[in-house]
């Protein structure tokens, strides 16, 4: 899968092998102390609200994630 970084905030994720029922992600934002431009985006479980850092290009693996909700 061909990421986009610029359309990455804002998008859809489902975690495929979801861990303490989270399983629906949001990207929220880009962060990283330092790096230009940013490697890590934040995002938000639906369920619990909780926040997650995973590197952007990690969202690639389709053994882990999954576009948008299913």
């Known amino acids: 899968m061909r990421l986009q970084r610029e359309r990455l905030v804002g998008s859809k994720w489902t975690a495929v092998q979801p861990r303490e029922r ?3 992600f949001v ?14 985006l934040e ?11 995973v590197p952007w290009r990690a969202l690639a693996d389709r053994e882990h994630w ?3 909700w299913r």
């Open 66 to 68: 999954l576009s948008g």
């Open 43 to 53: 995002l938000e479980a639906l369920l619990t609200l909780r926040l997650h850092r």
């Open 22 to 24: 989270e399983k629906h």
């Open 27 to 40: 990207v929220l934002r880009w962060v990283g102390e330092g790096d230009d431009p940013p490697q890590e």
